[in-house]
């Protein structure tokens, strides 16, 4: 069974903070949920979001489903014949239905009973061919309480959609994504990098998402950075940072989910606006 890496990613204009981890992960439950119930085997799912995307990047999928051995159970044994052995009319149309003559028939045998049966071999679907339902599917799922629409546009989702990216290994899957066509274009960050950037393999999105569009797909990735830079530039000044306590991270799950490069700045204000007329 070959197997290659898939990736779907969907572009949009900055998705709710509050909201934007449990729409990933629930995406990429989705999606892995879509693929196990085709039975397609695959390694490990992975989800990334930023406030701009929501990705998810699946290891080693198969690229068909496995043939299936398919056994059509038809009429019992003392109706199938009569009692010249003939075969009945019921005989007759269960064989029609399966392309065969009665003489082609077999008879399965149980503890319960004897019937005429047919066996056949499924051919399993092209990957390719399944992942459009599997990723209308899995958005329709998505927990969002309020969709809108934008533009003149039919579709809805929680914010407007501009791009949409599924690889199969180098193949790009043209799927249609929430009124785009999906390629193999994604984008970096709004004003530091916002050309295009083509992608040639699923597994080279997060790296170069970082180097050539100084996005960090990566959300804990994202948070660590955040939680350091923001301890380091609370050091310089003599201070402790507040609102990044590991026990209660609210605040920085929310900031993180605001940014897709983050640097941290020192501000300041003059004393005298700490009193009171």
């Not at 892995?32 to 929501?54: E, F, I, V, W």
């Not at 274009?185 to 080279?204: K, V």
């Not at 960090?216 to 201070?239: C, L, M, T, W, Y």
Request: with cysteine; proline share 5%.
């Amino acid at each position: 069974m070959n197997k290659k890496d898939l990736l779907i990613e969907i572009g949009t204009e900055e998705l709710p903070p509050k909201s934007l981890w449990r729409l990933a992960t629930a995406f990429a439950d989705e999606i892995q949920s879509g693929l196990d119930k085709k039975d397609l085997g695959h390694n490990k799912c992975a989800c990334y979001a930023t406030p701009r995307r929501m990705a998810v990047l699946v290891a080693d999928l198969d690229t068909a489903q496995k043939n299936q051995s398919i056994q059509r159970r038809g009429p019992a044994i003392n109706a199938a014949f009569d009692d010249a052995g003939n075969p009945s009319k019921a005989a007759e149309g269960f064989a029609r239905s399966c392309g065969v003559e009665v003489s082609e028939l077999d008879t399965l045998e149980n503890d319960k009973g004897a019937w005429l049966s047919y066996q056949t071999m499924s051919e399993g679907k092209a990957t390719k061919d399944l992942l459009q339902e599997i990723i209308d599917t899995s958005i329709n799922k998505l927990p969002i309480p309020k969709r809108m629409r934008w533009g003149d546009k039919d579709v809805e989702f929680v914010r407007p959609v501009h791009w949409s990216l599924v690889l199969l290994g180098d193949e790009i899957i043209p799927c249609k994504i929430l009124g785009t066509t999906a390629g193999n274009i994604t984008y970096g960050h709004r004003f530091h990098n916002p050309d295009p950037i083509e992608l040639t393999s699923p597994s080279e999105y997060v790296e170069v998402l970082k180097t050539k569009g100084q996005v960090i797909a990566d959300f804990d990735e994202r948070k660590i950075k955040i939680r350091n830079i923001v301890k380091d530039a609370a050091k310089d000044q003599n201070g402790v940072a507040a609102g990044i306590d590991e026990n209660d991270e609210k605040l920085l799950d929310e900031v993180t989910s605001l940014v897709e490069w983050p640097v941290a700045i020192i501000g300041s204000y003059d004393r005298k606006f700490l009193e009171l007329p």
